[in-house]
């Protein structure tokens, strides 16, 4: 939600700024803006309604010289996305210049309290009391920027990510985080030259430096031309900046040929997740070794109740993962929204788990949900693919998805990720609990490494699939039906079709379309099926003639060499055969590559469908 860049240096400001703001543009696309202190010394703001393109299409004609400033893409909160509302804001004597990533829950009371003192306000938005508060802050104690905004946040509630810019010091860049993240990129030339990036996250530094700083929640932090980097914490004590090297590279965050950046994670789900796996499933001895699990094996030997917080997408792994660690531990595990579960008072015991699950690692309501957890006494793991994020960071132990940066605003690989370590981590309990027989574990580890091959697979063979979803793109709604694992599938097959094609489409466990939804199915509707030849299969063939004899489309999901359900439906995906709890794996591919060809063939912009925003860290 809103992505912030910053820069100071001796390179012109501008292309670094503009690049970072179209790598971050995933975060949100309302508005963007740039700030810059001129060679002339003026304190110039450049802003637009709509993408970053739009953005510098209007600053042809401006004046873009200068080698400090910062950015922002916005994904609206408070106040409309128009011009106005759009970052960097001034302060009112235009000498302060900020962006802002994050909620300031006490704005209200803050600007009404400015206003008394005389100040005025241009937006409506809850930034520009950020700034207005720093200016005064500053004015009254007489103080230079660092001090005053280190005395400014101690009146703010909320979370913010924050870079500021000062008229008439040019030469330092101030920045702040709380509950939002931010990264600085450390440049040393070899002439003792140094330059400093500011970035949301690590994306619009990584061709520049792989040193960073990850600032820390209520971390100040100064940077200037001669190299200085001094962080402080909000009650300004002295805070070590410590040094991280990236595990990036920009191959990874460009399409490489592919003309969405969706397309191209879906593509990557083999290899991505043959490097989750690696070096965790040992296909010599069927063995999985999650060190995150090991170090902490006691916790996972008593545990009685897991309790997994998530949401959208990552809920619905979080749900498979429930069904695979009920399954193969024997241990309760409850599926929480993040959102719900914050705002309850939840019953939490001393030896329940809480298991984050989270691509970002940022999402405001899964961080809450944790933060809630731990003054509870739980223990926490976090499963999350941002290396560095919040959520890792909050949490006792974890595992990381290493499935590689994820752009598109829709989640593809990161889910499949999901899947995948929630099954190691199950495997993984399984073992220290002794609730799988040996034979059934190894067999169970030996399926799971050979899953990337299936999906490779599954993608080779349902290549087709952009040829018929122009059929599809003036439907109105459509179902998703599936049973048991492949429930979660459904929900996740229609989330991904909503959300890039603006389709109407719901999930359902398929027996419980009896007790409703049938009533929509008519000749217009299609029915999407998961149907593989397991479990369930005869339940599921029956309600797909309960489909049939209603009129509905049946669009089926069959395992390879399936004649039956194959000659019910109107269109059929293969994918090749696998244990139930691995079908979500290969099951949801096609459905990703269906909605992505629906929304492409409608025209819609599937790595950023409108209103969305990839990193969700706004309640
Ligand atoms: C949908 C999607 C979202 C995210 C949700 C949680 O395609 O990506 O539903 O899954 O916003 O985000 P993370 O996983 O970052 O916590």
Request: hydrophobic share 40%; proline share 4%; glycine share 8%.
């Amino acid at each position: 939600m809103c992505g912030i860049v910053g820069y100071i240096g001796d390179q012109q400001a501008y292309p670094i700024l503009i690049r970072g703001l179209h790598r971050l543009e995933y975060r949100g696309y309302d508005s963007a803006g740039v700030s810059l202190i001129s060679e002339k010394g003026d304190l110039n703001i450049y802003k637009a309604k709509g993408k970053v393109a739009a953005l510098e299409e209007s600053c042809k004609s401006q004046d873009l010289t200068g080698t400090i400033g910062i950015a922002h893409t916005r994904w609206a909160t408070h106040g409309e996305p128009n011009q106005v509302n759009a970052h960097p804001h001034y302060s009112e004597s235009r000498n302060l210049a900020l962006v802002h990533n994050g909620i300031i829950e006490n704005y209200k009371s803050l600007r009404t309290q400015l206003e008394e003192y005389g100040m005025t306000f241009a937006s409506e938005t809850d930034t520009e009391v950020l700034v207005q508060l720093i200016e005064y802050v500053k004015k009254d104690h007489n103080c230079d920027l660092f001090t005053a905004v280190q005395l400014a946040l101690n009146y703010v509630v909320g979370a913010y990510a924050i870079a500021i810019l000062e008229k008439d010091h040019p030469d330092q860049l101030v920045c702040a985080r709380k509950g939002s993240p931010l990264v600085i990129g450390v440049s040393k030339k070899a002439d003792g030259r140094t330059e400093f990036f500011l970035g949301s996250d690590a994306t619009p530094i990584v061709e520049y430096t792989n040193q960073v700083v990850y600032l820390q929640d209520g971390e100040i932090a100064i940077m200037d031309r001669t190299g200085r980097l001094e962080i402080v914490d909000l009650k300004s004590t002295p805070q070590t900046p410590k040094m991280a090297t990236l595990q990036l590279n920009l191959d990874q965050i460009e399409k490489g040929g592919f003309p969405h950046f969706m397309l191209k994670e879906i593509w990557e789900q083999p290899n991505a997740l043959r490097n989750c796996i690696r070096g965790r499933i040992n296909p010599a001895n069927k063995d999985i070794i999650l060190t995150g699990v090991l170090d902490h094996k006691e916790r996972f030997l008593n545990c009685r109740r897991i309790i997994i917080c998530a949401c959208g997408t990552s809920w619905h792994s979080a749900l498979i993962g429930k069904y695979f660690i009920e399954e193969a531990c024997q241990i309760p595990v409850e599926v929480e929204y993040a959102s719900e579960f914050r705002y309850r008072n939840p019953v939490i015991l001393p030896d329940d788990i809480v298991i984050a699950v989270s691509q970002s690692g940022e999402t405001a309501d899964t961080l809450a949900a944790i933060e809630l957890a731990k003054e509870k006494g739980a223990f926490l793991y976090g499963i999350c693919n941002v290396i560095g994020s919040s959520i890792p960071r909050a949490t006792d132990s974890g595992t990381y998805l290493h499935v590689g940066p994820e752009i598109g605003v829709a989640s593809t690989k990161a889910f499949t990720g999901q899947v995948i370590t929630l099954s190691m981590l199950g495997l993984a309990i399984a073992k220290v609990r002794k609730s799988l027989s040996d034979e059934m574990y190894h067999m169970l580890v030996e399926e799971l490494y050979k899953i990337p091959d299936k999906m490779q697979w599954t993608l080779e063979n349902n290549k087709d699939i952009d040829k018929f979803a122009e059929r599809f793109t003036y439907c109105k709604n459509f179902l998703y039906l599936g049973r048991g694992y492949n429930y979660p599938v459904a929900l996740e097959g229609a989330l991904k079709l909503k959300e890039i094609s603006y389709i109407h489409a719901e999930g359902y466990p398929a027996a419980e379309m009896k007790h409703g939804p049938i009533a929509l199915v008519d000749a217009e509707m299609p029915v999407v099926v998961i149907a593989p030849k397991r479990g369930m299969y005869d339940k599921i063939v029956s309600n797909i003639q309960e489909i049939k004899s209603r009129g509905g489309k049946i669009i089926s999901v069959v395992t390879e060499g399936d004649v039956t359900v194959k000659g019910m439906s109107d269109y059929t995906f293969t994918i090749p055969d696998t244990r139930d709890c691995y079908v979500p794996l290969l099951a949801v591919i096609p459905l990703q590559l269906l909605s992505y060809y629906v929304a492409v063939t409608k025209g819609c912009n599937v790595d950023q469908p409108r209103n969305l925003a990839k990193s969700v860290t706004v309640e």
